[in-house]
């Protein structure tokens, strides 16, 4: 894992809003299914074969497509969040209840299916 993370492979851009973090996830989510087809762990898993040596690879290269992009979206949101103009005093702990309040909100990020997502995201 740590070679694959040393490649110097550009990861993707870092989005400016949440709809470009958005699409960054589904992008992901692309590549991944398009590099370890889920039919392919399917069948793999039936036929009782050893995932780890079938999928090594493909799963250490989507694990780090997956790090670079989760870097790239927290890069974004410090960057539009001025994070470098920041005083460490205001670098604080926020109280778990008041987190919780945002995550318990099914309007903060709506969840939404596949099927339904590509008009949001357009």
């Known amino acids: 894992m740590?070679?694959?993370l040393a490649?110097?492979?550009?990861?993707?851009?870092?989005?400016?809003?949440?709809?470009?973090?958005?699409?960054?996830?589904?992008?992901?989510?692309?590549?991944?299914?398009?590099?370890?087809?889920?039919v392919d762990i399917i069948d793999a898993f039936v036929q009782e074969r050893d995932l780890w040596e079938l999928f090594r690879d493909q799963t250490v290269a989507v694990i780090a497509d997956g790090v670079?992009?989760?870097?790239?979206?927290?890069?974004?949101?410090w960057?539009?969040?001025?994070?470098?103009?920041?005083?460490?005093?205001?670098?604080v702990t926020v109280q778990?209840?008041?987190?919780?309040k945002l995550y318990e909100d099914i309007r903060f990020v709506p969840s939404l299916r596949l099927k339904d997502i590509k008009q949001v995201l357009q």
């Open 2 to 4: 740590k070679t694959e």
């Open 7 to 38: 490649r110097d492979v550009a990861g993707p851009k870092s989005p400016s809003s949440g709809k470009q973090a958005a699409v960054a996830v589904v992008g992901l989510m692309k590549r991944t299914f398009k590099a370890i087809k889920p």
């Open 68 to 77: 670079r992009t989760l870097a790239a979206i927290w890069r974004g949101a």
């Open 79 to 91: 960057n539009k969040g001025n994070g470098n103009q920041m005083d460490n005093s205001q670098l």
């Open 96 to 100: 778990t209840k008041a987190l919780m």
